[in-house]
Protein backbone atom coordinates (compact mmCIF):
# COMPACT_ATOMS: atom_id res chain seq x y z
CA UNK A 1 0.00 0.00 0.00
CA UNK A 2 1.26 3.76 -1.25
CA UNK A 3 1.91 6.13 1.09
CA UNK A 4 -1.01 8.50 1.67
CA UNK A 5 -0.66 12.51 0.88
CA UNK A 6 -3.79 14.16 1.94
CA UNK A 7 -1.62 17.63 2.39
CA UNK A 8 0.39 17.13 -1.05
CA UNK A 9 0.63 20.51 -3.08
CA UNK A 10 2.05 19.54 -6.53
CA UNK A 11 1.39 22.50 -8.01
CA UNK A 12 4.45 24.17 -5.48
CA UNK A 13 6.98 22.07 -7.87
CA UNK A 14 5.52 24.34 -10.67
CA UNK A 15 5.87 27.75 -8.78
CA UNK A 16 9.37 26.79 -7.55
CA UNK A 17 10.71 25.55 -11.13
CA UNK A 18 8.92 28.84 -12.39
CA UNK A 19 10.40 31.31 -9.86
CA UNK A 20 14.07 29.55 -10.54
CA UNK A 21 13.65 29.97 -13.91
CA UNK A 22 14.47 26.47 -14.98
CA UNK A 23 12.46 24.39 -17.66
CA UNK A 24 11.78 20.57 -17.17
CA UNK A 25 14.91 19.05 -18.78
CA UNK A 26 17.14 21.39 -16.54
CA UNK A 27 15.33 19.66 -13.52
CA UNK A 28 15.84 16.63 -14.83
CA UNK A 29 19.32 17.47 -15.12
CA UNK A 30 20.06 18.71 -11.89
CA UNK A 31 18.21 16.38 -10.02
CA UNK A 32 20.68 13.58 -11.56
CA UNK A 33 23.69 15.46 -10.35
CA UNK A 34 22.24 15.80 -7.27
CA UNK A 35 21.55 11.82 -7.08
CA UNK A 36 24.92 11.04 -7.94
CA UNK A 37 26.45 13.58 -5.67
CA UNK A 38 24.59 11.84 -2.65
CA UNK A 39 23.87 8.86 -4.09
CA UNK A 40 20.07 8.56 -4.24
CA UNK A 41 18.31 6.11 -6.38
CA UNK A 42 16.78 8.31 -9.02
CA UNK A 43 16.52 8.60 -12.88
CA UNK A 44 15.19 11.66 -13.13
CA UNK A 45 13.67 13.24 -17.22
CA UNK A 46 11.22 16.10 -17.66
CA UNK A 47 8.28 13.31 -18.06
CA UNK A 48 9.21 12.48 -14.02
CA UNK A 49 9.07 16.05 -13.47
CA UNK A 50 6.08 16.90 -15.33
CA UNK A 51 4.24 14.03 -13.64
CA UNK A 52 5.35 15.80 -10.05
CA UNK A 53 4.30 19.15 -10.78
CA UNK A 54 0.75 17.23 -12.15
CA UNK A 55 0.25 15.51 -9.04
CA UNK A 56 0.37 12.33 -11.28
CA UNK A 57 3.26 10.86 -9.69
CA UNK A 58 3.82 11.14 -6.05
CA UNK A 59 7.51 11.73 -5.69
CA UNK A 60 9.60 9.08 -3.77
CA UNK A 61 12.03 9.04 -1.03
CA UNK A 62 14.90 9.87 -2.66
CA UNK A 63 13.16 12.07 -5.42
CA UNK A 64 11.86 14.50 -2.27
CA UNK A 65 15.48 14.75 -0.70
CA UNK A 66 16.38 15.91 -4.49
CA UNK A 67 13.95 18.62 -5.06
CA UNK A 68 14.79 19.88 -1.38
CA UNK A 69 18.29 20.21 -1.87
CA UNK A 70 17.92 21.57 -5.25
CA UNK A 71 15.48 24.54 -4.36
CA UNK A 72 16.92 24.88 -1.00
CA UNK A 73 13.53 24.08 1.05
CA UNK A 74 12.25 21.41 3.35
CA UNK A 75 9.25 18.84 2.22
CA UNK A 76 6.58 21.03 3.90
CA UNK A 77 7.66 23.89 2.09
CA UNK A 78 7.68 22.13 -1.17
CA UNK A 79 4.36 20.65 -0.53
CA UNK A 80 4.94 17.13 -0.27
CA UNK A 81 3.58 17.05 3.00
CA UNK A 82 2.05 19.70 6.17
CA UNK A 83 4.90 20.93 8.65
CA UNK A 84 5.82 19.33 11.57
CA UNK A 85 5.31 21.92 14.85
CA UNK A 86 7.65 24.24 14.68
CA UNK A 87 8.50 23.40 11.53
CA UNK A 88 8.43 27.05 9.37
CA UNK A 89 6.79 26.17 6.04
CA UNK A 90 6.19 29.50 4.26
CA UNK A 91 4.33 29.02 0.77
CA UNK A 92 3.88 32.27 -0.49
CA UNK A 93 7.87 33.52 -0.99
CA UNK A 94 9.97 31.95 -2.58
CA UNK A 95 13.92 32.62 -2.83
CA UNK A 96 15.75 32.56 -5.86
CA UNK A 97 18.88 30.24 -5.68
CA UNK A 98 21.28 32.48 -7.53
CA UNK A 99 20.48 35.04 -4.85
CA UNK A 100 20.92 32.28 -1.83
CA UNK A 101 24.45 32.67 0.09
CA UNK A 102 25.33 28.68 1.31
CA UNK A 103 25.94 29.16 5.60
CA UNK A 104 29.01 28.81 6.96
CA UNK A 105 30.26 24.78 6.61
CA UNK A 106 30.76 24.42 10.80
CA UNK A 107 26.97 26.20 11.19
CA UNK A 108 25.50 23.76 8.59
CA UNK A 109 27.17 20.97 10.35
CA UNK A 110 25.87 22.27 13.68
CA UNK A 111 22.00 22.50 12.15
CA UNK A 112 22.31 19.38 10.65
CA UNK A 113 22.94 17.61 14.38
CA UNK A 114 19.75 20.40 15.91
CA UNK A 115 17.91 17.38 15.28
CA UNK A 116 19.80 16.11 18.22
CA UNK A 117 17.91 16.39 21.35
CA UNK A 118 18.26 15.53 25.02
CA UNK A 119 16.50 11.86 25.59
CA UNK A 120 17.20 11.94 29.32
CA UNK A 121 18.46 14.75 31.62
CA UNK A 122 21.95 13.09 32.51
CA UNK A 123 23.42 14.06 28.89
CA UNK A 124 24.44 17.19 27.15
CA UNK A 125 23.21 17.75 23.61
CA UNK A 126 26.10 20.61 23.06
CA UNK A 127 28.86 19.14 24.16
CA UNK A 128 27.91 15.68 21.78
CA UNK A 129 27.34 18.43 19.29
CA UNK A 130 30.92 20.22 20.19
CA UNK A 131 32.39 16.86 20.23
CA UNK A 132 31.75 16.04 16.39
CA UNK A 133 32.13 19.49 14.86
CA UNK A 134 35.60 19.21 16.62
CA UNK A 135 35.92 15.82 14.82
CA UNK A 136 35.16 17.59 11.50
CA UNK A 137 37.79 20.40 12.02
CA UNK A 138 40.37 18.35 13.28
CA UNK A 139 39.94 16.63 9.75
CA UNK A 140 40.04 19.57 7.90
CA UNK A 141 41.75 22.04 9.74
CA UNK A 142 44.21 20.24 12.60
CA UNK A 143 42.82 19.90 16.42
CA UNK A 144 43.40 17.92 19.40
CA UNK A 145 41.57 14.37 20.22
CA UNK A 146 40.58 14.25 23.67
CA UNK A 147 40.57 10.49 23.45
CA UNK A 148 38.22 7.40 21.42
CA UNK A 149 34.42 7.83 21.34
CA UNK A 150 31.77 5.20 20.98
CA UNK A 151 28.57 6.19 19.70
CA UNK A 152 25.63 3.77 19.30
CA UNK A 153 22.87 4.31 16.85
CA UNK A 154 19.46 2.80 17.08
CA UNK A 155 16.51 2.58 15.51
CA UNK A 156 13.79 0.34 13.94
CA UNK A 157 13.76 -0.71 10.20
CA UNK A 158 13.31 2.13 8.30
CA UNK A 159 14.15 4.96 10.52
CA UNK A 160 16.85 6.27 9.50
CA UNK A 161 19.33 5.42 11.22
CA UNK A 162 21.71 4.18 8.86
CA UNK A 163 21.75 7.85 7.19
CA UNK A 164 22.41 9.47 10.38
CA UNK A 165 25.66 7.71 11.12
CA UNK A 166 27.24 8.13 7.86
CA UNK A 167 26.72 11.57 8.18
CA UNK A 168 28.33 11.34 11.52
CA UNK A 169 30.92 9.11 9.79
CA UNK A 170 31.50 11.51 7.33
CA UNK A 171 31.85 14.47 9.30
CA UNK A 172 34.04 13.21 11.97
CA UNK A 173 36.25 10.79 10.07
CA UNK A 174 35.28 7.90 12.37
CA UNK A 175 34.60 4.98 10.92
CA UNK A 176 31.12 2.97 11.01
CA UNK A 177 30.77 -0.23 12.10
CA UNK A 178 27.12 -1.54 10.41
CA UNK A 179 25.76 -4.77 11.78
CA UNK A 180 24.34 -5.75 8.74
CA UNK A 181 27.05 -5.28 6.41
CA UNK A 182 29.51 -7.20 9.35
CA UNK A 183 27.14 -10.16 9.62
CA UNK A 184 24.54 -10.66 7.06
CA UNK A 185 26.89 -13.20 4.83
CA UNK A 186 27.77 -15.32 7.57
CA UNK A 187 23.68 -14.79 9.62
CA UNK A 188 22.12 -16.12 6.18
CA UNK A 189 24.48 -19.04 5.96
CA UNK A 190 24.10 -19.85 9.39
CA UNK A 191 21.06 -19.63 9.52
CA UNK A 192 20.08 -22.10 6.29
CA UNK A 193 23.01 -24.75 8.11
CA UNK A 194 20.72 -24.40 10.95
CA UNK A 195 17.02 -25.62 9.19
CA UNK A 196 16.13 -21.93 8.42
CA UNK A 197 15.68 -19.23 5.75
CA UNK A 198 18.75 -17.12 4.70
CA UNK A 199 16.38 -13.60 4.95
CA UNK A 200 14.64 -14.92 8.23
CA UNK A 201 14.86 -12.18 10.50
CA UNK A 202 11.48 -12.39 12.42
CA UNK A 203 11.54 -16.35 13.53
CA UNK A 204 12.55 -17.71 17.11
CA UNK A 205 15.50 -19.57 15.42
CA UNK A 206 16.93 -15.76 14.29
CA UNK A 207 15.85 -14.25 17.41
CA UNK A 208 17.50 -17.28 19.97
CA UNK A 209 19.96 -18.44 17.86
CA UNK A 210 21.55 -16.27 15.54
CA UNK A 211 20.44 -12.52 16.45
CA UNK A 212 23.03 -13.09 19.72
CA UNK A 213 25.85 -13.58 18.10
CA UNK A 214 25.57 -10.89 15.42
CA UNK A 215 25.65 -8.11 17.83
CA UNK A 216 28.32 -10.10 19.55
CA UNK A 217 30.48 -9.61 16.74
CA UNK A 218 29.20 -5.92 16.57
CA UNK A 219 30.35 -5.72 19.75
CA UNK A 220 33.56 -7.42 19.82
CA UNK A 221 34.85 -5.51 16.60
CA UNK A 222 34.10 -2.31 18.41
CA UNK A 223 36.05 -2.89 21.32
CA UNK A 224 38.93 -3.76 19.21
CA UNK A 225 38.75 -0.28 17.36
CA UNK A 226 38.37 1.25 20.97
CA UNK A 227 41.42 0.03 22.25
CA UNK A 228 43.57 0.96 19.50
CA UNK A 229 42.31 4.40 20.34
CA UNK A 230 39.59 4.32 17.36
CA UNK A 231 36.61 6.33 18.08
CA UNK A 232 33.91 4.29 16.19
CA UNK A 233 30.12 4.45 15.44
CA UNK A 234 27.69 1.57 15.64
CA UNK A 235 24.65 1.18 13.26
CA UNK A 236 22.42 -1.59 14.40
CA UNK A 237 19.07 -1.61 15.69
CA UNK A 238 19.09 -2.26 19.21
CA UNK A 239 15.84 -2.53 19.91
CA UNK A 240 16.14 -5.15 22.54
CA UNK A 241 19.80 -3.98 24.12
CA UNK A 242 18.13 -0.61 24.38
CA UNK A 243 15.38 -2.07 25.82
CA UNK A 244 17.75 -3.58 29.00
CA UNK A 245 18.50 -1.60 31.69
CA UNK A 246 21.06 -3.97 32.86
CA UNK A 247 22.78 -4.08 29.49
CA UNK A 248 22.82 -0.34 29.22
CA UNK A 249 24.58 -0.10 32.59
CA UNK A 250 26.94 -2.84 31.12
CA UNK A 251 28.31 -1.05 28.20
CA UNK A 252 28.73 2.66 30.07
CA UNK A 253 30.69 0.63 32.86
CA UNK A 254 32.77 -0.94 30.18
CA UNK A 255 33.31 2.58 27.87
CA UNK A 256 34.38 4.19 31.45
CA UNK A 257 36.43 1.84 32.44
CA UNK A 258 38.11 2.13 28.99
CA UNK A 259 38.13 6.19 29.33
CA UNK A 260 35.76 6.61 26.27
CA UNK A 261 33.56 9.03 25.59
CA UNK A 262 29.59 7.16 25.18
CA UNK A 263 26.89 8.51 23.21
CA UNK A 264 23.59 6.52 22.43
CA UNK A 265 21.13 8.15 19.96
CA UNK A 266 17.85 7.20 19.45
CA UNK A 267 16.08 7.75 16.16
CA UNK A 268 12.64 8.00 15.45
CA UNK A 269 10.44 7.95 13.33
CA UNK A 270 6.95 7.33 12.28
CA UNK A 271 5.18 4.25 10.89
CA UNK A 272 4.41 5.70 7.22
CA UNK A 273 7.96 6.81 6.92
CA UNK A 274 9.22 4.17 8.05
CA UNK A 275 7.30 1.63 6.20
CA UNK A 276 8.07 3.74 2.60
CA UNK A 277 11.78 3.22 3.32
CA UNK A 278 11.47 -0.37 3.43
CA UNK A 279 9.85 -0.52 0.55
CA UNK A 280 12.03 1.62 -1.31
CA UNK A 281 15.30 -0.23 -0.62
CA UNK A 282 13.49 -3.74 -1.34
CA UNK A 283 15.52 -5.72 0.84
CA UNK A 284 14.94 -9.41 1.03
CA UNK A 285 15.62 -9.36 4.67
CA UNK A 286 12.06 -7.56 5.02
CA UNK A 287 9.65 -9.46 2.61
CA UNK A 288 8.16 -10.50 5.55
CA UNK A 289 7.88 -7.12 7.25
CA UNK A 290 6.22 -6.03 3.73
CA UNK A 291 4.07 -8.99 3.63
CA UNK A 292 2.75 -8.80 7.41
CA UNK A 293 2.85 -5.01 7.46
CA UNK A 294 0.19 -4.29 9.99
CA UNK A 295 1.41 -8.04 12.35
CA UNK A 296 5.06 -5.98 12.42
CA UNK A 297 4.27 -2.62 13.40
CA UNK A 298 1.72 -3.95 15.94
CA UNK A 299 4.85 -5.04 17.75
CA UNK A 300 6.76 -2.15 17.58
CA UNK A 301 6.86 0.03 20.39
CA UNK A 302 7.01 3.56 18.75
CA UNK A 303 7.44 4.97 22.56
CA UNK A 304 10.51 2.66 23.64
CA UNK A 305 13.64 4.37 24.52
CA UNK A 306 16.82 3.42 25.58
CA UNK A 307 17.05 2.43 29.51
CA UNK A 308 19.81 5.02 29.77
CA UNK A 309 21.51 8.18 29.22
CA UNK A 310 20.80 8.62 25.34
CA UNK A 311 19.92 11.23 22.42
CA UNK A 312 16.68 11.36 20.28
CA UNK A 313 16.66 12.27 16.57
CA UNK A 314 13.67 13.50 15.30
CA UNK A 315 13.58 11.90 12.29
CA UNK A 316 9.46 11.88 11.43
CA UNK A 317 8.76 12.34 7.55
CA UNK A 318 12.23 12.78 6.93
CA UNK A 319 12.84 16.17 8.68
CA UNK A 320 16.50 14.74 10.22
CA UNK A 321 18.16 13.01 6.92
CA UNK A 322 16.71 16.73 5.05
CA UNK A 323 18.95 18.51 7.46
CA UNK A 324 21.98 16.16 6.68
CA UNK A 325 21.07 16.53 2.77
CA UNK A 326 21.51 20.51 3.68
CA UNK A 327 24.79 19.91 5.48
CA UNK A 328 26.41 17.55 2.89
CA UNK A 329 25.74 19.90 0.05
CA UNK A 330 27.27 22.90 2.23
CA UNK A 331 30.41 20.77 2.87
CA UNK A 332 31.04 19.64 -0.39
CA UNK A 333 30.73 23.54 -1.51
CA UNK A 334 27.31 22.40 -4.43
CA UNK A 335 25.51 25.29 -5.29
CA UNK A 336 22.89 24.33 -7.75
Known sequence: MARKNPDWKPELLHQHREKFGLTLEDVGEKLREIAERH???????????????????YPGPHYRRAYCRL????????GFRAALPGEDA??????????????????????????IRAGTADVDSDALRDRVVDAWRQRTTGGSNDGPSVVLVGGFAGSGKSEFAKFLG?????PILDKDSLTRPLVDQ??????????DRSSALYREKVRPLEYRCLMEAAWDNVDCGISTILDAPFVAEFAQADWMQR??????????????????????????YIEFRGA?????KMEAWDEYIATV????????????VDNRLGAAVALVDEARDVLSGADL
Not at 190 to 199: K, M, N, Q, R
Not at 284 to 288: E, G, S, T, V
Not at 301 to 312: A, I
Request: proline residues 5%; neutral net charge; glycine residues 8%.
Open 90 to 115: PVDSIPVATNRTLPDQSEAVRQALGS
Open 190 to 199: LLIALGGEAH
Open 39 to 57: GFNIAANFQTVWGHERGSI
Open 71 to 78: YRRNEAQL
Open 170 to 174: GVTGW
Open 284 to 288: ARDAW
Open 251 to 276: FQNRCRSKRVSVATIWVECDPESMRE
Open 301 to 312: DMELRPKGPHFV
